[in-house]
């Protein structure tokens, strides 16, 4: 699934909202009309004026980017840098002249042959800085994001290897002396691979298939020690069909038992989800004090990135103490589930 993506149009116009942007053009625009209104005598010169300049804001980005998405591009020979001068020229000459003539006006400032060709020029390269200038501030953000999402694919794939590698030294000791338990772990172990690897190349996937992966991340902590923890699970029926980054839960989930009974808190581990009419709430809540944000942690802050990249920023994570000694992670995922 592809994140939501913007027609070039709109995205340039909110682009050119930005006041790096727009004050410049207000700049240039301002004194044209003024001096479209001071040196003519058409009382329609001010209107047209003013209609010339928004065409220009309207047009010129958006034909220069439109034209050349990926930059200026003359592999295909001078074709489409032709077809911008056009663009820009058939605008300016339907404004400035075949309007006034349509509308029988008196010559104006900026409708008098001179004025035209300047205009003309100023469509052109204004256009051109300006689309140019949108073009490659929207290409570093996309780059940024699918660095950003190839970290995060790096990192997800290596799940938590303290855990794995332990994993596997215990499956080894109990082929010597429990051989079911071995074969159940293996099972369990290959499953949870395969699941984890297919959601490593989706930014989003069903919420039931992130608790059935964090089902089995506890499953395979108490193969390990029966004595470790005791698992809660509510979850409301049915459940929410909500689409949720992989893993994030799983995230929270590792870090519920290692913090948790895994430094000697043992006691009752909580995995909740609750659906309001707004956002599907899933909670983790483990036994232990809440000690704070871990410095060199790379767990949380990883998770909160995987958020703001998965959800555009909507999807909200807290953590704190849940009573005076334990401590519960709440994922807020927006969106009314259905």
């Known amino acids: 699934m592809r994140l939501p993506e913007t027609s070039i149009v709109r995205s340039t116009w909110v682009a050119l909202l930005a ?46 980017r439109v034209l050349f998405p990926d930059g200026l591009d003359l592999s295909h020979g001078a074709v489409r840098l032709v077809l911008y001068g056009l663009v820009g020229t ?38 051109w800085g ?52 071995a074969e159940a772990a293996v099972l369990k172990l290959s499953q949870m691979l395969r699941v984890v690897l297919a959601g490593v190349k989706e930014p989003l996937w069903p919420l039931e298939r992130e608790l059935e992966l964090t089902r089995m991340l506890f499953d395979l902590h108490l193969l390990r020690d029966k004595e470790l923890f005791t698992l809660d699970v509510v979850t409301p029926t049915p459940l929410p069909s909500a689409r949720v980054p992989p893993m994030s839960v799983l995230t929270l989930a590792e870090n519920a038992v290692k913090h948790g009974p895994g430094k000697g808190h043992r006691g009752r581990l909580l995995l909740a989800v609750e659906a309001t009419p707004t ?20 767990g949380l802050p990883t998770l909160e990135k995987q958020l703001a990249l998965a959800s555009g920023g909507r999807a909200r994570l807290t953590i704190g103490p849940a009573g005076p000694a334990r401590t519960r992670a709440t994922l807020t995922f927006p969106g009314a589930p259905s």
């Not at 339907?94 to 400032?109: D, E, N, Q």
Request: proline share 8%; charged share 15%.
């Open 19 to 64: 006041p790096r942007r727009l004050v410049p053009i207000v700049i240039v625009c301002v004194p044209l009309v003024f001096t479209q209104a001071a040196f003519s005598t058409d009382p329609l010169a001010t209107p047209l004026g003013i209609v010339l300049c928004l065409a220009f804001v309207a047009l010129g980005p958006v034909s220069y």
């Open 90 to 127: 058939g605008v300016v000459l339907s404004l400035g002249v075949g309007a006034p003539k349509l509308l029988h006006m008196r010559p104006t400032f900026l409708t008098d042959r001179p004025s035209i060709f300047v205009i003309i020029a100023m469509f052109l390269v204004g256009g």
């Open 130 to 181: 300006l689309g140019r200038d949108v073009g490659f501030e929207q290409r570093v953000r996309r780059l940024e994001a699918e660095a950003e999402r190839a970290q995060l694919l790096a990192l997800r794939s290596h799940l938590d290897p303290h855990f794995l590698f332990n994993t596997l030294n215990a499956i080894a000791e109990w082929c010597r002396i429990d051989g079911v338990v």
């Open 279 to 298: 956002a599907v709430v899933v909670h983790v809540e483990n036994p232990g004090p809440f000690g704070g944000p871990r410095e060199g942690s790379d």
